[in-house]
Every structure is written in structure tokens, then in C-alpha cells.
């Protein structure tokens, strides 16, 4: 992608992040202290409950994905060592082939086969190596076993990431339509500066963790997102380089 046209566009996200921010320390001060603090403990509550649970469950519809990206992991293997040519459309629509280059990342071995093959796929510099890292541990040749494994392990990251992000969408909106129906929107009159300072301080940290599930969730999107666009972005590269959902989840 075009060098000025990402920085633009990180420019922009970096802005809407920041205006988000403000929204929330603004909703924050207006709810008080009680509401947000609320608001924090169900979402990570959330996040660990979508996160035991997509690990116990998700592995029971892993195989009934597998054959459903079979075709697509096979493509964007070739693809990605150069053994298949890339195609595009032309001015007139047509589809076209491009000459086969290898990357100068291949160096012949398994661990960059399966790196540029997961990114290729739309996973991120440090998914790709940590996925590549368990295969080829396992794997010594660049082979149709290699990209069965790769099918495998990406099953079974596409049935996770699914899993978790149902369960988690789940509670938080039963639990938002909790909160509103018992009212927690709560100021204590001798304290009512306090408590909305409070509530606003609180309500950037949910600020805070809503943006590093966004990050979380754009490490599997490269597909469709360039990941430069994002880590490029000011604001955004902070929530990419230490994001503690990366600990609180298998991925």
C-alpha cells in the first residue's frame, strides 16, 4: 500500500482512538464512579469466561472448518513461497496473472514457509512466528504435511477466535442491559466531584481495554487490513506492543 496513503489513514485512526477516549472519560463523568467500575469488572469478567470457555469448547467444531479452508490455506502457501502465481485485475476487468517471485524472506526452510504462509493468510508478524515456531518444530520438509498442519493450526485459531468473540459480545450485552435496568448511574451528593472523577479515570481504563480488543481482534485481519495501517498509527501502535489480552487469552 501506497506509504502516504497508510500514514493517512493511521492518522485518521489515531484520531477517532483519541476522540473515543474523550467519549468515554465524558460518559464516565456522567455515570459516576459506581457505574464504571462496574463496567470494568464485567469486561474483563468476560474476557475470562469467553476465554475458558472457547478453549474447552472450540476445538469441537475445528474439524468441521478444516475442510472449509483445505483450498484457501493451500493457495495462500503456494502463494506465499512463490510456487503460485499471484492474479489481480487488469484496467478491463479481466483477471490476470503475475510473474512468480520468491521472497527474499523464503530461505527454503519450514519456519519461513509457514511465516509467510500465515501472514499471507492475514495473521500478524507475531502470530505468523509463534505458529510457525510450534510447525516446524514438528516438520522438516516444505511439503503437503506442512500446509495440513497449517490448516489444522489455523482451524483451530478461526474456531477459537469465534467462539471467544460470540461469548464475549454475549455478556457484555446481557450485562449492559443489567446495569441499565438496575440504574448503577449513582452520584453521592457529598462526594459528587469525587465520584465523577473517579467515573470518568475509570471509564478511559474501559476506554483503554475496548481498544486493545480491537488490536486483538486485527491481528487475525491482516486479509483485509494491512497490519503497517495500524501499527503505523501513532495511537494504535501503543495498544499492538504490550496488549494484556494476550495473556488473558490462548492467542
Same mark, same amino acid.
Given at each position: 500500500?501506497?506509504?502516504?496513503?497508510?500514514?493517512?489513514?493511521?492518522?485518521?485512526?489515531?484520531?477517532?482512538?483519541?476522540?473515543?477516549?474523550?467519549?468515554?472519560?465524558?460518559? /464516565?463523568?456522567?455515570?459516576?464512579?459506581?457505574?464504571?467500575?462496574?463496567?470494568?469488572?464485567?469486561?474483563?469478567?468476560?474476557?475470562?469466561?469467553?476465554?475458558?470457555? !472457547?478453549?474447552?469448547?472450540?476445538?469441537?467444531?475445528?474439524?468441521?472448518?478444516?475442510?472449509?479452508?483445505?483450498?484457501?490455506?493451500?493457495?495462500?502457501?503456494?502463494?506465499?513461497?512463490?510456487?503460485? !502465481?499471484?492474479?489481480?485485475?487488469?484496467? @478491463?476487468?479481466?483477471?490476470?496473472?503475475?510473474?512468480?517471485?520468491?521472497?527474499?524472506?523464503?530461505?527454503?526452510?519450514?519456519?519461513?514457509?509457514?511465516?509467510?504462509? #500465515?501472514?499471507?493468510?492475514?495473521?500478524?508478524?507475531? $502470530?505468523?512466528?509463534? =505458529?510457525?515456531?510450534?510447525?516446524?518444530?514438528?516438520?522438516?520438509?516444505?511439503? !503437503?504435511?506442512?500446509?495440513?498442519?497449517?490448516?489444522?493450526?489455523?482451524?483451530?485459531?478461526?474456531?477459537?477466535?469465534?467462539?471467544?468473540?460470540? $461469548?464475549?459480545?454475549?455478556? $457484555?450485552?446481557?450485562?449492559?442491559?443489567?446495569? @441499565?435496568?438496575? @440504574?448503577?448511574?449513582?452520584? =453521592?451528593?457529598?462526594?459528587?466531584?469525587?465520584?465523577?472523577?473517579? /467515573? !470518568?479515570?475509570?471509564?478511559?481504563?474501559?476506554?483503554?481495554?475496548?481498544?486493545? /480488543?480491537?488490536?486483538?481482534?486485527?491481528?487475525?485481519? /491482516?486479509? =483485509?487490513?494491512?497490519?503497517?495501517?495500524?501499527?503505523?498509527?501513532?495511537?494504535?501502535? #501503543? =495498544?499492538?506492543?504490550? @496488549?494484556?489480552?494476550?495473556?488473558?487469552?490462548?492467542?
Amino acid at each position: 500500500m501506497n506509504i502516504i496513503l497508510t500514514a493517512g489513514i493511521g492518522a485518521i485512526i489515531s484520531i477517532l482512538a483519541i476522540f473515543f477516549l474523550v467519549y468515554m472519560a465524558v460518559k /464516565g463523568w456522567h455515570n459516576g464512579i459506581v457505574h464504571s467500575l462496574v463496567g470494568i469488572i464485567v469486561f474483563v469478567a468476560a474476557v475470562i469466561i469467553a476465554n475458558k470457555a !472457547a478453549a474447552a469448547y472450540s476445538p469441537q467444531f475445528t474439524k468441521a472448518i478444516e475442510p472449509m479452508i483445505t483450498g484457501i490455506v493451500d493457495d495462500a502457501s503456494l502463494k506465499a513461497i512463490g510456487e503460485k !502465481a499471484r492474479t489481480e485485475k487488469d484496467e @478491463n476487468g479481466e483477471t490476470v496473472e503475475l510473474p512468480i517471485e520468491v521472497p527474499r524472506e523464503y530461505d527454503g526452510t519450514v519456519r519461513s514457509a509457514c511465516v509467510l504462509s #500465515f501472514k499471507e493468510m492475514g495473521f500478524d508478524s507475531q $502470530l505468523s512466528e509463534r =505458529f510457525a515456531g510450534e510447525i516446524a518444530r514438528t516438520n522438516t520438509e516444505v511439503d !503437503a504435511q506442512m500446509r495440513e498442519q497449517i490448516t489444522v493450526k489455523t482451524a483451530a485459531v478461526i474456531s477459537y477466535a469465534l467462539v471467544f468473540l460470540v $461469548l464475549c459480545a454475549v455478556i $457484555l450485552i446481557a450485562a449492559g442491559a443489567m446495569m @441499565n435496568l438496575f @440504574n448503577l448511574i449513582i452520584h =453521592f451528593p457529598e462526594f459528587d466531584i469525587v465520584s465523577r472523577i473517579g /467515573g !470518568a479515570a475509570v471509564s478511559v481504563m474501559i476506554g483503554f481495554l475496548a481498544l486493545y /480488543g480491537v488490536c486483538w481482534i486485527l491481528r487475525f485481519c /491482516g486479509a =483485509f487490513l494491512p497490519e503497517s495501517i495500524f501499527k503505523d498509527s501513532s495511537v494504535l501502535a #501503543f =495498544f499492538f506492543k504490550d @496488549n494484556p489480552l494476550q495473556r488473558m487469552t490462548l492467542y
